[in-house]
């Protein structure tokens, strides 16, 4: 592998994006949560069974030069590696690792000067790993880290963005989450619909409460999204051509004390694996809305660990890969999904 490729020269803005992604990862968003419609949902049920996640690699310490380290888009290769993504790693330091799950060993793939990545995802098109940068571009890579091209950069309907997650659709057009500015109290959060040419970009949703997570269902048929600021879940379906929302309703309103909703990963039997930002733990619905289970990682480790931020399954196989970071660190643990993994269940 390529380690720690540099494309091009220039200022280092993870540093000056750090303010946003405080924000990001939920710093200060607490004000926006509740409203009179959450105020009146029905309390869930419960939390389900408990499945137990172990430790298998130490991957990140906290970045001196910013103060914290996160993982966050866990995606499984064709070669077996997981790769994942740092978002607040400072220039010149490794920003999508490797992890070689049978060692628990890692290694840098990819850096440079500029981007703040926050998630990563493997395009059914043309196999490139394609990464959303916070302060408003997506980045593409080959798998070792070489033939790095900006796919997409600039504003959306007038407006910067704020890239966060990406879903494929099978043909290759891309559906990400745009947190959009992020301030407290505010609902200006988007879903961006970019040809897999990168030369048209759609909102499909707006008016979003720092929408994060997105991902199709199994049959493609739909989106479902999470607001970070609303802890809730809610399905956008598409029309054929997946161009435009037919209807759109909150599905699944997550109770998580002061975690907030992150990344959604999607099994074969459409089961949400919904990752929690404040609480190293995953919520498992099925996708009518009933709570199945809550991913938990052992009580010693979670003194050091904040937020699980996202999940990858091995396609045709039940192995979890879950990113979790905090003031000890970003590593990787390995829990047993409720059913097989798929595309959708595969980074984002």
Same mark, same amino acid.
């Given at each position: 592998?390529?380690?720690?490729?540099?494309?091009? $020269?220039?200022?280092?803005?993870?540093?000056?994006? &750090?303010?946003?992604?405080?924000?990001?990862?939920?710093?200060?968003?607490?004000?926006?949560?509740?409203?009179?419609?959450?105020?009146?949902?029905?309390?869930?049920?419960? !939390?389900? +069974?408990?499945?137990?996640?172990?430790?298998?690699?130490?991957?990140?310490? $906290?970045?001196?030069?910013?103060? +914290?380290?996160?993982?966050?888009?866990?995606?499984?290769?064709?070669?077996?590696?997981?790769?994942?993504?740092?978002?607040?790693?400072?220039?010149?330091?490794?920003?999508?690792?490797?992890?070689?799950?049978?060692?628990?060993?890692? !290694?840098?793939?990819?850096?440079?000067?500029?981007?703040?990545?926050?998630?990563?995802?493997?395009? $059914?098109?043309?196999?490139?790993?394609?990464?959303?940068?916070?302060?408003?571009?997506?980045?593409?890579?080959?798998?070792?880290?070489?033939?790095?091209?900006?796919?997409?950069?600039?504003?959306?309907?007038?407006?910067?963005?704020?890239? /966060?997650?990406?879903?494929? /659709?099978?043909?290759?057009?891309?559906? @990400?989450?745009? &947190?959009?500015?992020?301030?407290?109290?505010?609902?200006?959060?988007?879903?961006? +619909?970019?040809?897999? /040419?990168?030369?048209?970009?759609?909102?499909?949703?707006?008016?979003?409460?720092?929408?994060?997570?997105?991902?199709?269902?199994?049959?493609?048929?739909?989106?479902?999204?999470?607001?970070?600021?609303?802890?809730?879940?809610?399905?956008?379906?598409?029309?054929?051509?997946?161009?435009?929302?037919?209807?759109?309703?909150?599905?699944?309103?997550? /109770?998580?004390?002061?975690?907030?909703?992150?990344?959604?990963?999607?099994?074969?039997?459409?089961? &949400?694996?919904?990752?929690?930002?404040?609480?190293?733990?995953?919520?498992?619905?099925?996708?009518?809305?009933?709570?199945?289970?809550? @991913?938990?990682?052992?009580?010693?480790?979670?003194?050091? &660990?904040?937020?699980?931020?996202?999940?990858?399954?091995?396609?045709?196989?039940?192995?979890?890969?879950?990113?979790?970071?905090?003031?000890?660190?970003?590593?990787?643990?390995?829990?047993?999904?409720?059913?097989?993994?798929?595309?959708?269940?595969?980074?984002?």
């Amino acid at each position: 592998m390529t380690a720690h490729r540099t494309p091009h $020269p220039g200022p280092a803005l993870a540093i000056l994006a &750090l303010g946003g992604l405080l924000a990001l990862t939920g710093c200060g968003t607490q004000a926006a949560a509740t409203t009179a419609a959450s105020a009146s949902r029905p309390e869930p049920s419960g !939390e389900g +069974r408990t499945i137990r996640a172990t430790q298998i690699a130490h991957v990140t310490d $906290p970045h001196e030069a910013t103060g +914290r380290t996160l993982l966050e888009g866990p995606v499984l290769a064709e070669d077996g590696d997981l790769y994942v993504v740092d978002v607040t790693a400072p220039a010149g330091e490794p920003k999508v690792l490797s992890v070689d799950l049978a060692t628990g060993k890692s !290694e840098g793939v990819y850096t440079d000067r500029t981007g703040a990545y926050t998630s990563a995802q493997i395009s $059914p098109y043309d196999g490139r790993l394609y990464l959303t940068d916070y302060t408003g571009s997506i980045v593409s890579i080959e798998p070792d880290g070489s033939d790095p091209r900006t796919f997409f950069s600039g504003e959306v309907d007038g407006s910067a963005t704020n890239l /966060d997650d990406i879903a494929f /659709d099978d043909e290759g057009n891309l559906y @990400v989450s745009d &947190l959009h500015g992020m301030k407290p109290g505010e609902a200006k959060g988007r879903i961006v +619909r970019i040809d897999r /040419d990168g030369e048209k970009s759609t909102v499909l949703a707006d008016g979003l409460a720092h929408p994060n997570g997105v991902m199709f269902d199994p049959k493609l048929h739909g989106l479902w999204i999470s607001e970070l600021a609303e802890n809730t879940v809610s399905y956008l379906l598409l029309d054929a051509d997946k161009t435009a929302v037919t209807s759109q309703h909150e599905a699944i309103h997550v /109770d998580a004390g002061v975690a907030q909703t992150d990344s959604i990963a999607v099994d074969a039997d459409g089961n &949400l694996y919904q990752a929690l930002h404040g609480r190293p733990a995953m919520a498992v619905y099925s996708p009518n809305g009933e709570r199945l289970a809550t @991913v938990e990682i052992p009580a010693n480790a979670a003194k050091g &660990l904040e937020s699980a931020t996202n999940v990858a399954i091995t396609p045709g196989g039940k192995k979890a890969y879950m990113t979790v970071s905090g003031p000890d660190g970003g590593y990787v643990f390995r829990f047993t999904a409720l059913a097989e993994g798929i595309r959708q269940s595969n980074g984002g």
